[in-house]
């Protein structure tokens, strides 16, 4: 039904920048929430940013001020800038959207992306 695509992961020395963006496809209607999520190995997957459709945005307390979220309606894609990385944020960066679909009935349903690998180097 939908599928989210994330690019931009990458090897990064601290104190670098990364741009991560997320592209979502196929029969949607519209997208409600979106976000960014990260799970680095032997951890739980947490939360980074979020952002609704009306634009308010949320920020785990070890990103804010670094990083920026946002997100382009007519497009379907959710974007990220990171700014001052640090080795702290190396993790697989996941992509997560409320999507409401149409296919002669309406659905409402979370999706996840594949992941895109972040590496800050110290």
């Known amino acids: 039904q939908v599928q989210l695509v994330e690019s931009g992961g990458d090897l990064v020395q601290a104190g670098g920048s990364l741009r991560l963006s997320c592209a979502a496809s196929?029969?949607?209607?519209?997208?409600?929430?979106m976000a960014w999520y990260r799970q680095a190995p032997g951890n739980q997957r947490e939360l980074v940013a979020s952002?609704?459709?009306?634009?308010?945005?949320n920020y785990a307390d070890s990103v804010k001020d670094r990083f920026t979220i946002s997100r382009d309606n007519a497009k379907n894609t959710v974007n990220l800038q990171m700014n001052s990385l640090k080795a702290e944020d190396t993790a697989v960066y996941y992509c997560?959207?409320?999507?409401?679909?149409?296919?002669?009935?309406?659905?409402?349903?979370?999706?996840w992306g594949q992941g895109t690998q972040v590496t800050v180097s110290s």
């Open positions: 196929g029969r949607i209607f519209s997208i409600n929430h």
């Open positions: 997560n959207a409320g999507v409401v679909t149409y296919d002669g009935a309406y659905n409402s349903r979370v999706y």
């Open positions: 952002i609704t459709s009306g634009g308010s945005t």
